[in-house]
Every structure is written in structure tokens, then in C-alpha cells.
């Protein structure tokens, strides 16, 4: 029988929760915008002044950040997923994911290599280097919201396998809802700083 998602969250993990999928959307987004909050001239990367213009929407390291911030993601996960989809596979995605996905899964969740990455974009891209980081933002925040097992993020790999035993994110409503209450408060915080001038 041919495996027939019947929603975004069937789709994602098999046939866990709607839930689980809701959680999994929060925390792309929550990738997305620590990105931009840190590593962004908007955000706390353009210290008090932030961005000139003052429009975050026209800030293009916003965009490169919120980029970066997904990188590891889309290049081991969403692409898999998506011929995983489109070719109609049976089963469940996250079940299935192993081989050459999960060894690249392994090392664009290395900090190892977001960092190298960043070096190189330093040398030869310098106004991309601090929207560059969210990439090593995203390995620092997937160490701590993924436990042991497949998904756990190897933060020297492949030189270590070693890894924080993290809270799995999409077990625990309350971590998500901890992640995003911190999220807020920096930009309620960056918010603030810069008004107090
Ligand atoms: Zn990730």
C-alpha cells in the first residue's frame, strides 16, 4: 500500500500528532527568527544603533541570517523530504531517514563545520560572516532540544561522536514553550535597550 499523508503533520511523522507537527512548524520558525535576532544588523549583532535604515523587512542580513539559520536543515532534511514526498514512499519519513541523508544530517550539525563555513565566509564575504553564525546558532539550539539517538546533534563531528543528551523538543510542549519564551524576551529585550537612548 502506498503511503498516503493525510495532513502537513501525517506528512512529516508518519502518523504522530498533529501536535508533534505543530511543534516541529514552531521550531523551523524558532530557527528562523534566533537567526535574525542574533545574527542580523536588526538584531543584536547591530548592537545599540541596529539597523541604519531602521526597517528590519529591508535589513538584508535579516534575510541571510534567517537563511543561515535554516541551512543545516534544508540541505539534510528538507531536500530528502521533499523526494521523499514527490515519490509517493511508503512509510514513515523520519523512520526511514538514514544513509547518506543522516551522515550529511551528521555533519551540516557539526560545529566543526558551521564554523569552518563561517571562517571561509569571512575571508572572502566579510558583511555575510555575522548572518553566517545563525548557522552555528541553530547547531547550539538543536544540542539542547534533541536527546541521544538518530537526531542527536554530534557537536564535533566527525572527530567525536559526542553529543548533549538535549530535551527532545517534540516530546515536550513545555521546552518549546521555554525556547520561544526566550526568544521573546531577547527581542523584547533589543526592543527596549535601543529606546532607552
Ligand atoms: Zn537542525
Known sequence: MIYRAKTAGDCVLGRQSARQSGLICMDVLAHALYGATLCSRSGLAGGRRGNPGGRWYRDITVLWAVIFGLAPDIISMWIPFLIHTLSGKEGIFFVH??????????????????????AVIFLVWRSGFIPSLAWTVHILCDAV?????????LLFYPLSDWGIRGIPFWRHLWFTAAYWAVLLALIAGIILWRKKR
Open 97 to 118: 531517514y538514514d544513509g547518506v541523508w543522516l551522515e550529511l544530517y551528521r555533519i551540516v550539525h557539526s560545529l566543526l563545520i558551521s564554523l569552518g563555513v563561517s
Open 145 to 153: 532540544s534533541h536527546d541521544e539517538g538518530k537526531f542527536q546533534t
